[in-house]
């Protein structure tokens, strides 16, 4: 799995929109871009993943730039319920029987 | 969607005792299960795969003895933490596979302290 690198931890205020990066400069072609969120003292939940187009659900959106290096997901009207950690995750799309990968993950805290 | 419910959520128990922790896929069958070990502001750590019908597969450095995983049927794994010392104190979380699009689901965690 490529290696991403996140900021350790990022502000926002409630109501604007949240924008997390997460670079992965050795991502190989096949390899899909994958965030999910941890609450404090919750499970990892997921919210997003991609493989090259921008991918938008209701959470989120996430913008994959041209070269594939690196990403950003945009949480676009923060609330004060979404401060969590913030994991960004590169690997294959595969059907065998490998766990998923956690780095250190970006800190969002969503200011009143 | 798919839920993997964990049990207890919290648990204090004394030095020397065993606790065991349940994992289950609700709405899906999940012949793969992991468990991780999260402390205080860090990343999880992946302990071991619980495969059902077969052996655990654990992490370089995870005592198998210590931690007991059991996968007897394709809903339900299980932690065991036999002689909890108060170094074992964390949060262990599990995960599933769907099998349908091959998503990860987690547990909601469950937070052991052993006194």
């Known amino acids: 799995d490529a290696k991403t690198t996140q900021p350790p931890s990022m502000d926002c205020a409630e109501g604007r929109a949240a924008n997390l990066p997460c670079n992965h400069s050795t991502i190989s072609g096949n390899e899909y871009v994958y965030w999910y969120r941890q609450i404090h003292s919750q499970g990892p939940q997921y919210i997003i993943h991609?493989?090259?187009n921008n991918e938008t659900n209701e959470m989120a959106s996430l913008i994959i730039t041209e070269d594939r290096k690196s990403s950003t997901l945009i949480l676009p009207h923060a609330t004060l319920r979404d401060t969590a950690v913030y994991y960004c995750?590169?690997?294959?799309?595969?059907?065998?029987?490998?766990?998923?990968?956690f780095g250190s993950g970006t800190r969002l805290q969503v200011q009143p | 969607g798919a839920v993997v419910s964990q049990h207890p959520s919290r648990v204090i128990c004394k030095s020397g005792t065993s606790v065991k922790i349940e994992c289950r896929s609700l709405?899906?069958?999940?012949?793969?299960m992991f468990w991780y070990r999260q402390f205080p502001k860090k990343s999880l750590m992946l302990m071991a795969t619980s495969n059902e019908g077969s052996k655990a597969t654990y992490e370089q450095g995870v005592e198998k003895d210590k931690f007991l995983i059991n996968h007897a049927s394709l809903t339900l794994s299980t932690l065991t933490v036999t002689s909890a010392h108060p170094e074992d104190s964390s949060f262990y979380i599990c995960?599933?596979?769907?099998?349908?699009?091959?998503?990860?689901?987690f547990g909601s965690g469950t937070r052991l302290t052993v006194v």
């Open positions: 709405d899906f069958q999940a012949t793969t």
């Open positions: 995750i590169v690997r294959v799309a595969d059907t065998g029987r490998r766990a998923l990968t």
């Open positions: 991609g493989l090259k």
């Open positions: 995960s599933a596979r769907q099998p349908a699009n091959y998503g990860y689901t």
